[in-house]
């Protein structure tokens, strides 16, 4: 379960942050949400394992400033040991190159190579391309996220979990917007890395995003069932 917190002030963020840590397994800081991005504050306060990501405007993020600058943010998350960084699989491929030669020094930080679509979902071709381009990044752990227009378009993206796992690749799946809810319980049933989750007193950093304690209590409810 991975709690996404997006603030503008470093200190909001880092009280929403440490809030979520009683039902997070990790916590998103979304660089891009903070006007004035810092690393240290969060490695120094929170005590569940963080992931650093920084979505520029072209992926659905906020990142005002220029690629490399971008990328520098996250390499300074590198530096402090974090535990995941999160990369846009459209990326240059120098900057992937640059960030990938400093996680060799750091072997404790995993990266995400991620991939979103807001707009729909594409085929099911498609989706396999880009899962391939992503086993082939250099990444840990691949992401692939749509929008749901319809319950077809959870199935195609859901279905590649079966396809990373027969490559034994942790892949995060599923399907954003309200249709899509079901995939982020789904996806955790059927071998996805992890789902996210928004703060509890927190705003959504996608469509569709739930609050950790609503999906904590959903998930709770459907191993009970078991």
Known sequence: MCVSVACEKVAQAVALAKHSERYADVIEIRLDSLSHPEIEPFVKNCTKPLLFTNRPAWEGGFFPGPEAARINLLLQAVQHDCALVDLELNTAPELRGELLDVL???????????????????????????????????????KIVTTA?????ILRVLNL???????????????????????RLATTKLGGYMTYAAPDGGKETAPGQIPVSVIRDMLARLDHAD
């Open 149 to 153: 227009n319809d319950y077809s378009d």
């Open 104 to 142: 060799l020094q750091h072997t404790q930080t995993a990266l995400i190579i991620s991939w979103h679509d807001f707009f729909g979902t594409p085929a099911s071709e498609e989706l396999g391309e880009i899962l391939q381009q992503q086993m082939e990044s250099g990444a840990h752990i691949g």
């Open 161 to 183: 979990q079966a396809i990373a796992a027969q490559n034994n690749f942790p892949l995060i799946a599923f399907c954003m917007g309200a249709i899509g809810k079901i995939s």
